[in-house]
């Protein structure tokens, strides 16, 4: 069965600084990973997804993220962060050949000014 | 487009009693989905369907039930609440299995 890890409960980053948000996961066969923003009192909102092909994945609002198979990681990167980037994140995988997609616990991004 | 929609936004329920949760989308979607979302633990699915007519058991389905009588709607049932369903609930849909989910504002149900 597929299963996701995000290691950190809470990150906390200073505006222009560079962030991480990481994710790492575990499945049977290829996976296909994707990272999800909440914002408070929101639904979940799409950044981006790796289906198969550049390990480097760029999405939205300036967000990218890295596919690295030995380490069966796929954290979530940004170059300046802002203010507005504070959110709750989450990770999610499915096995290539299932239905479902399995998430995270969530990593409460905090990003002060 | 509105995208996907759910009713109510929120609710109150004593223990034991039933209430109906509405999802719609306006994508064409044939991948619905109900998650549950609680502190600490991520999204969890609780039904999930794969076109009108069809549904499947989640990773937490006991104490729910869904309908899909039309390709745009996706309904999940409680017959009799308990505090445990306490929770926000959110509804999903998909193009096919591989697509991106899209998900709707959520509900928040609180069980005393």
């Known amino acids: 069965a597929q299963s996701v890890a995000q290691p950190e409960d809470q990150v906390n980053v200073a505006e222009g600084n560079p962030l991480t948000v990481k994710c790492t996961y575990s499945v049977s066969g290829n996976p296909y990973l994707f990272w999800y923003v909440q914002y408070p009192n929101r639904g979940l909102q799409f950044l981006l997804k790796?289906?198969?092909?550049?390990?480097l994945v760029k999405g939205s609002y300036g967000f990218e993220a890295e596919f690295n198979k030995s380490q069966t990681s796929f954290h979530l990167k940004k170059p300046s962060a802002l203010v507005s980037d504070s959110a709750l994140y989450f990770c999610a995988v499915r096995d290539g050949g299932g239905n479902k997609l399995v998430f995270g616990a969530g990593t409460i991004l905090r990003v002060k000014s | 487009n509105a995208g996907v929609t759910q009713t109510p936004k929120f609710r109150v329920l004593k223990t034991g009693q039933s209430m109906t949760l509405l999802c719609a989308q306006d994508?064409?979607?044939?991948?619905m989905y109900w998650y549950r979302q609680d502190p600490g633990m991520g999204l969890r699915l609780i039904h999930y369907s794969v076109g009108e007519g069809t549904t499947a058991k989640g990773e937490v389905p006991d104490g729910y039930n869904v309908s899909r009588l039309k390709k745009q709607n996706f309904l999940l049932g409680l017959e009799s609440a308990a505090p445990s369903q306490t929770s926000v609930y959110f509804c999903?849909?998909?193009?096919?299995?591989?697509?991106?989910?899209?998900f709707g504002p959520g509900t928040r149900l609180l069980v005393l």
């Open positions: 994508m064409n979607h044939e991948y």
């Open positions: 999903a849909s998909s193009r096919g299995y591989q697509e991106t989910q899209y």
């Open positions: 790796y289906i198969t092909g550049d390990n």
